[in-house]
Structures are given as structure tokens and as C-alpha cells.
């Protein structure tokens, strides 16, 4: 049998709601001999069963849930069954990017506290919870066991467990190659036809931001003939999209050299450096000093404003003012593409936010689409924690 943890009435509420995390104010009995990380069931007051999963004494996420069959091993045939699942998945949606796709997405793959990326023959991976760090040797050991077996080229794995949710888990933040130190940590990936440097060592998140793959896709459909400026580039990959969608003239802006000069590298590799600029500067004084019909379509992608609920009023104001920057500089006709990558931004707040914006701008906005994350990003629709991302293109009329 194996221990549990008992929660109140309100926990059970949530977790029949869908929802895959247990919190700490939720439970009500825990034996202190249970070890940290130890797999544990969940049961309520009343002895109901509600899942089974990893405990965590430092977090003030106690459980997440791994399964709710209570029958159900955790053992390495279990861990082997879900990769290859969510591997499968990617087979599917991802068949032409298999090589440049996120493999598997913690909870939305039923794998909480996992991260895998894969770029070419390096994966790069992060583990935030306690239960999965004490068993990653064997998690990554399957991990390369079922990619091989489908005859795939995998050399090693790179942690990049350099995020400061581990510190809440009582996990040191560290970074380097799992059990070999001879690996490359830079290479050269191609998405939708474009190649690009990924340096897996020191680049954001595991090295690049794989989650606008298509939505960059949609920006290269409508750049054709177009002056494009992207904001907040970072190594270019929207600016790099318009471009090879044979933009006229494409004006890429960030405020980190480091990130410009390797968004140059890559229209140098692709051949477009002629058709594109990379211009160091703060988005914001940027936007402030360009002329009204000087860009077709304004890019505005940038990092998240607010990464946690206590700063989503700051981060609304940050938001709001940027759009209406770009709303007064696009005539009649123009394009706005406008994102947020934060979780705690909802959809109808960013949308209350646009709608205020093009109201103080003076502007009609007309949707031309509205998506999420790329598909190997999956959302679980029981687990709102898994969507943060949002994305529109607007024309104005």
C-alpha cells in the first residue's frame, strides 16, 4: 500500500475540477515520515481516491498527480509507456519538424516537472520537481531508449536546469551534459525551411523559443512586399520569417546586442541579411521616436510582463502602451501582430487590454487570426497552467 496524503473539501473540489496539482493549504493529514519525492496517493476525508503522485515538502505544490488510476505502477514501464505516448503525438503534429520540437511538456504530456526539447541529435531537458530529479537517470535512460527505437539520431542530453522554480523544490539550479562532457552545445536547426543557430548552453529557455514556430509562419504569409518591423526580435525569429517571405524591407529591434548580432548571424546563414537591419534600442523609446506609415506590419512579441498574479496590473499597463504605440504609427490597411507569452495574462484581459488600446488610438481593428502555442505545446483543457501563450494578427481599418 503505498502512503498518501488526505486533503480538505476545497482540494477536492479542484482536483475534480481536473485540475493535476495538490496544494499545500489543501491537505489535511501527512505523515512525516514520508520521505520527499516519494510517490504517494491522494485520498479525501472521506477515504475517496483522487490520484497518485509525487510529494514535495518544500514546494507549495505538495502533489502533482502522475496518474488517477490507482492500480497503476510508477515504475519505469510507466514512464516508458508515457514518452513514447507523447513521443507518438509529436510523430503526428510535428512530422516535418520531429527534429526541432519540444518531445514532451510536463503536465500537458502527464509528466509533471518534465521538459524536453529536441535540437537535431542534442535533447535538452529541465526537471523542477524533487520526485523526478531523484529518478531522472532512469527517466532519461527510457527517454533515449524510445527514440531509438525508432531508429532516431540522439547523441546525449543537455540539462538546462537552470530555473529558479528548482530552488522551490530544495534543487540546486545547474546546467552541462547528463554522464558525457564531449558534445557540441551549439548547432544549426532548420524550421519551415530556415536554418538557425541554437546555442543550447546559453540561449533562452532551451536554447531557442519554439513555441511561435507556426505563428512565424503566419507572419511570413502576409509579409510579401511589406515593411516589417519586429519588436522585441531577440535572434530574430519573426524578423527572419518576413524576410524569407520576401518582405521589402524588414527592421529587426532588441535591446541585447548579444541577441542581435546572433538574429545577423542567422539572416547571414539564410541569405537575407540585404533585405534586413538590427537596430539596438529600448521597444518602447523605439516606437516613440518612428513615423506614422513608416512599417506595413509591426511585430510585437515580447518577453512576459508579469510572471506572477501580484504584477499582472503593471504588466496590463506595459501592454496596453505598447499597442497603442503601434496602433497610432500603422495607417489604414496596416497590420498589427501582437503577442503575450505570460501565463497569468489571461485571454480576456489581454483582449479588454486591445480593445482599450484601439479605443485611446483612435483604431478599428479587424481579426485575421488568433491562436496559442505551437501544437507541440499541447493545452490541456482541464489544466488551465498549460496555456499561456496568445497570439493575433489584426489588420486595421
Not at 125 to 137: A, F, N, W
Not at 139 to 149: A, D, G, I
Not at 193 to 220: A, P, W
Amino acid at each position: 500500500m503505498r502512503p498518501f496524503v488526505r486533503i480538505s473539501q476545497e482540494g477536492e473540489n479542484w482536483l475534480k475540477k481536473g485540475q493535476m496539482w495538490m496544494y499545500r493549504n489543501n491537505v489535511v493529514e501527512l505523515e512525516e515520515s514520508i520521505e520527499n519525492g516519494a510517490v504517494v496517493d491522494i485520498l479525501t476525508e472521506s477515504d475517496e481516491y483522487l490520484g497518485t503522485g509525487f510529494l514535495s515538502k518544500e514546494s507549495h505544490i505538495t502533489v502533482r498527480i502522475l496518474t488517477k488510476n490507482r492500480e497503476e505502477e510508477i515504475d519505469r514501464e510507466f514512464f516508458k509507456q508515457r514518452i513514447r505516448f507523447a513521443y507518438e503525438f509529436r510523430k503526428t503534429v510535428e512530422y516535418n519538424n520531429l527534429t526541432n520540437c519540444r518531445i514532451i511538456f510536463g503536465e500537458a504530456d502527464q509528466l509533471p516537472g518534465l521538459i524536453v526539447d529536441r535540437y537535431n541529435d542534442i535533447l535538452v531537458t529541465q526537471v523542477s520537481t524533487y520526485g523526478l530529479d531523484i529518478r531522472k537517470d532512469m527517466v532519461y535512460e527510457v527517454l533515449l531508449e524510445v527514440l531509438r527505437e525508432d531508429g532516431q539520431d540522439v547523441k546525449g542530453i543537455y540539462e538546462r536546469n537552470d530555473i529558479t522554480i528548482r530552488s522551490k523544490e530544495g534543487l540546486a539550479m545547474e546546467k552541462g551534459y547528463w554522464k558525457r562532457a564531449d558534445l557540441p552545445t551549439k548547432t544549426i536547426i532548420e524550421e519551415n525551411g530556415l536554418k538557425l543557430h541554437i546555442d543550447v548552453e546559453n540561449g533562452q529557455k532551451t536554447g531557442y523559443f519554439l513555441d511561435q514556430k507556426s505563428n512565424r509562419v503566419l507572419l511570413r504569409n502576409i509579409a510579401h512586399g511589406k515593411r516589417v518591423l519586429d519588436c522585441f526580435t531577440h535572434t530574430g525569429g519573426f524578423a527572419l520569417n518576413a524576410a524569407y517571405g520576401n518582405a521589402a524591407h524588414v527592421t529587426a529591434v532588441d535591446v541585447s546586442q548579444t541577441a542581435l548580432d546572433q538574429g545577423y548571424r542567422n539572416a547571414v546563414l539564410n541569405h537575407l541579411e540585404d533585405r534586413m537591419e538590427f537596430v539596438k534600442a529600448d521597444v518602447f523609446k523605439y516606437l516613440d521616436e518612428c513615423e506614422k506609415g513608416q512599417f506595413d506590419i509591426i511585430v510585437l512579441d515580447p518577453p512576459a510582463f508579469t510572471k506572477s498574479r501580484k504584477t499582472v496590473g503593471a504588466a496590463y499597463g506595459g501592454y496596453k502602451r505598447i499597442n497603442i504605440q503601434a496602433m497610432r504609427l500603422l495607417e489604414r490597411g496596416g497590420y498589427l501582430i501582437t503577442a503575450t507569452c505570460s501565463r497569468y495574462m489571461e485571454i480576456d484581459d489581454f483582449e479588454k487590454m486591445l480593445r482599450e488600446s484601439a479605443m485611446e488610438a483612435g483604431v478599428t481593428l479587424k481579426q485575421v487570426s488568433v491562436t496559442q502555442q505551437n501544437a507541440d505545446h499541447p493545452i490541456l483543457w482541464s489544466m488551465d497552467e498549460t496555456s499561456y501563450l496568445k497570439f493575433y494578427i489584426f489588420q486595421l481599418v
